[in-house]
């Protein structure tokens, strides 16, 4: 079968991301149904940012995702990204965000303040310090000009090992990020854990958040909700979804 045409993916895109894009209205009402005693209260659509993910897809996809009207671009690997957003911008001379919504690893910081708008996954004082000097460095040599934003990825389970902070060091973690001058704190971001329900996950994060912004009340962002889950993540008041199979179909091998 021959590769399609750019018409044909911007066809299908397009398609997609309309059918994401109908899936936010319905979302964002309120709840039919009481969980945990509570009723979630509903929201304008347009409070609910769509983020989508373009790891493992070529510079091409996020081109015509400009075009359809995207501005706002997720990647998890630092070296794909750093290639595609120089692609990127050979084609598009025009502002738009990029979020690194994977793992980092300290010594990616520095590469990754060079060009992230965004972080979605800082969960230890380790990363914050390495984001600190990453985004001082950027800042001196001109590829940034602004703080880099930072969301908390957070722990749901307690599980240490498959990434976020537990829920008994976050506030110190916040504290450090708040205290800095080149780290701005954006809010929470969060991913249900394995074998758990989305409606038992969000609801948790959302209390978590609500707890949150009692001592950091501008850090309104919740970055919550993927393809497969996104409905319920905005039920329980996600800000930011990271959508990439729905609008770019399954991922090519990496």
Same mark, same amino acid.
Do not use: M, N, Y
């Given at each position: 079968m021959s590769a399609p045409t750019s018409e044909e993916r911007r066809d299908e895109l397009a398609g997609r991301l309309a059918a994401v894009r109908e899936r936010l209205p319905p979302a964002t009402g309120p709840l039919n149904r009481r969980i945990g @005693?509570?009723?979630?209260?509903?929201? &304008?659509? *347009? &409070?609910? !940012?769509?983020? /989508?993910? /373009? =790891? $493992?897809?070529?510079? *091409? &996809? !996020?081109?015509?995702?400009?075009?359809? @009207? #995207?501005? #706002? $671009? @997720?990647?998890?690997?630092?070296?794909?990204? *750093?290639? =595609?957003?120089?692609?990127?911008?050979e084609s598009v001379d025009a502002p738009v965000e990029w979020h690194m919504i994977g793992r980092v690893q300290r010594n990616k910081a520095r590469a990754v303040a060079r060009w992230a708008h965004t972080v979605h996954s800082v969960d230890s004082l380790r990363l914050v310090q390495a984001f600190e000097k990453g985004v001082r460095a950027a800042l001196d040599a001109g590829e940034r000009t602004a703080p880099l934003r930072a969301l908390l990825q957070v722990s749901l389970d307690g599980d240490r090992e498959r990434g976020g902070v537990v829920a008994e060091d976050l506030p110190a973690l916040a504290e450090a990020v708040a205290a800095s001058e080149v780290l701005e704190l954006g809010g929470l971001m969060g991913v249900p854990p394995l074998g758990w329900e989305p409606e038992r996950a969000f609801e948790q994060l959302h209390d978590m958040h609500a707890r949150f912004l009692q001592d950091h009340p501008a850090a309104a962002e919740l970055s919550a909700g993927m393809s497969g889950d996104l409905e319920h993540a905005v039920r329980w008041g996600s800000t930011c979804v990271r959508v990439g199979t729905a609008v770019l179909g399954y991922r090519p091998l990496a």
């Open positions: @005693g509570r009723r979630a209260a509903g929201r &304008d659509p *347009s &409070d609910v !940012a769509l983020l /989508t993910v /373009t =790891k $493992f897809f070529p510079a *091409s &996809d !996020a081109v015509l995702l400009h075009e359809l @009207g #995207c501005e #706002c $671009f @997720g990647e998890s690997r630092e070296q794909e990204a *750093s290639a =595609k957003i120089a692609e990127f911008r």
